[in-house]
């Protein structure tokens, strides 16, 4: 037992270690970064295609906003209607779900869901169009298909999850029996 204290405190002092020698780096990295731009002030202009870049970034991150919170909607709904009354023990489902829901979206509002699609749908002869990004019906349609996804991703989730946790309790179970 006491060797396992030990261990617990070296852990620890190798953790709190690591974590000063991270704060040492980002000082010196964050001063260097200083004293640079004190001797050259003009390092920091960016070109316009920069700008335009950081816009797009900045405008795409709030637009990802929407569709993450619908997708955890729609995961906690399903988790609270498979039997769980506890969401937070899900919590990891429910963001991965809404992660899963931003991917739909996008995918589906840039086009390149139906540009996966259109070949396989024209052998069928189906004629499909995109979602026109400035219809009023289209951010319904959006946030319905955020919903879905995530209450699929999530019922697929747990379905893994049981799956794993059947076969490590039947590999448990087999090993407790040769013993």
Same mark, same amino acid.
């Given at each position: +037992? #006491?060797?396992?204290?030990?261990?617990?405190? @070296? &852990?620890?002092?190798?953790?709190?270690?690591?974590?000063?020698?991270? !704060?040492?780096?980002?000082?010196?990295?964050?001063?260097?970064?200083?004293?640079?731009?004190?001797? %050259?002030?003009?390092?920091?202009?960016?070109?316009?295609?920069?700008?335009?870049?950081? /816009?797009?970034?900045? %405008?795409?991150?709030?637009?990802?906003?929407?569709?993450?919170?619908?997708?955890?909607?729609?995961?906690?709904?399903?988790?609270?209607?498979?039997?769980?009354? /506890?969401?937070?023990? /899900?919590?990891?489902?429910?963001?991965?779900?809404?992660? +899963?829901?931003?991917?739909?979206?996008?995918?589906?509002?840039?086009? !390149?869901?139906?540009?996966?699609?259109?070949? &396989?749908?024209?052998?069928? /002869?189906?004629?499909?169009?995109?979602?026109? #990004?400035?219809?009023?019906?289209?951010?319904?349609?959006?946030?319905? !298909?955020?919903?879905?996804?995530? +209450?699929?991703?999530?019922?697929?989730?747990?379905?893994?999850?049981? @799956?794993?946790?059947?076969?490590?309790?039947?590999?448990?179970?087999?090993?407790?029996?040769?013993?």
């Amino acid at each position: +037992m #006491p060797s396992d204290v030990l261990n617990v405190k @070296k &852990h620890n002092a190798v953790d709190f270690f690591a974590q000063q020698l991270f !704060v040492l780096f980002f000082i010196i990295v964050a001063s260097a970064f200083f004293f640079v731009s004190q001797k %050259n002030p003009d390092i920091f202009e960016l070109d316009k295609d920069v700008i335009s870049y950081l /816009n797009k970034f900045v %405008n795409l991150a709030l637009l990802s906003l929407l569709p993450l919170i619908l997708g955890i909607l729609g995961s906690s709904v399903k988790i609270l209607l498979s039997g769980s009354t /506890n969401i937070v023990d /899900n919590i990891k489902i429910s963001i991965s779900s809404g992660i +899963m829901a931003i991917f739909s979206w996008i995918s589906i509002k840039s086009g !390149v869901l139906l540009s996966i699609l259109a070949p &396989h749908l024209e052998k069928q /002869n189906i004629n499909i169009t995109a979602i026109p #990004p400035d219809d009023p019906k289209s951010f319904y349609t959006l946030a319905l !298909v955020a919903v879905l996804v995530g +209450m699929f991703s999530s019922n697929f989730y747990i379905f893994m999850l049981t @799956k794993v946790e059947q076969a490590t309790n039947t590999r448990r179970s087999r090993g407790n029996r040769r013993r």
